[in-house]
């Protein structure tokens, strides 16, 4: 496995009448080139498991193994040398005030120890260039471009970018298309799928989307509450249908 969650529970404001228990005693274990859409109610918990992995948010109780190694004690800037994210916001999880090219070099970086001056020559911006000219959104163009003047479609395609560039154990996908209108949300999901396909990609894709949860992955997996109510792989994955899951998640 290369992933193994064992009764991970997260409770925010414990001891006080507001106290919510985000996680219970959820586990998982995910191997490596899985797919896994994550689907359920607002509250379930979704985010909270991502965050937990990342290192972005402590667990109370049970553990986050990667490739067998204890994550606990971890913070999530180590951790990210296994484990990227691309957040539901366009505006996070870059510099916006660095242009494309230096956030780019600041990501390919990332496992290594070099300042931002030596990353950044002319061998890796013209890899720089062919990688953004493959993404079909005109950042190739923008290279020198301060990322906050982009859009919020290309935003999203250069965090897609900068997640893989130097390939991740983990790939965490956290609703990184909910934030953008229809056009450029069905872009950066066939990107999306395009990048996880070629580089073979073990990836937790977060959503609230029922139709994304049945048609993408090879696994999908129900919260509710902070638990894992039902899974779906291989022939169940293949039948399942937003119908089926709205029974579970209680959509109408």
């Known amino acids: ?12 404001h414990p001891g006080t009448p507001g106290q919510i228990t985000a996680l219970r005693s959820f586990s998982l274990q995910v191997k490596e080139g899985d797919f896994i859409t994550l689907v359920g109610p607002n509250g379930s918990g979704k985010t909270t498991l991502l965050s937990c992995i990342a290192g972005s948010l402590s667990c109370h109780r ?55 001056s030596r990353g950044l020559n002319r061998s890796r911006l013209q890899h720089f260039h062919g990688a953004l000219a493959s993404l079909q959104m005109g950042l190739e163009d923008r290279l020198h471009a301060p990322v906050g003047t982009l859009s919020g479609g290309q935003r999203q395609a250069l965090s897609l ?7 991740p154990d983990i790939l965490l996908l956290d609703e990184h298309t909910a934030s953008l209108d229809p056009v450029s949300a069905e872009q950066i999901i066939a990107l999306s799928c395009e990048m996880i396909e070629k580089e073979k990609l073990t990836v937790l894709w977060v959503t609230h989307s029922l139709d994304q949860a049945v048609r993408l992955g090879n696994r999908t997996l129900v919260l509710v509450q902070g638990e894992a109510i039902q899974e779906f792989r291989e022939d169940a994955k ?14 109408p």
Do not use: D, Y
């Open 62 to 116: 049970g553990r986050i193994l990667l490739r067998g190694k204890a994550m606990h004690g971890l913070a999530e800037h180590e951790r990210a040398r296994w484990i990227s994210r691309v957040f539901q916001n366009p505006g996070l999880g870059t510099a916006p005030g660095l242009t494309v090219a230096e956030n780019l070099v600041l990501a390919a970086l990332r496992k290594k120890r070099r300042g931002l």
């Open 161 to 167: 970018l900068m997640a893989t560039i130097e390939k």
């Open 1 to 12: 496995m290369i992933l193994e969650i064992e009764n991970l529970t997260r409770i925010f």
């Open 238 to 251: 293949a039948a399942l249908t937003v119908e089926r899951l709205k029974s579970f998640i209680g959509r």
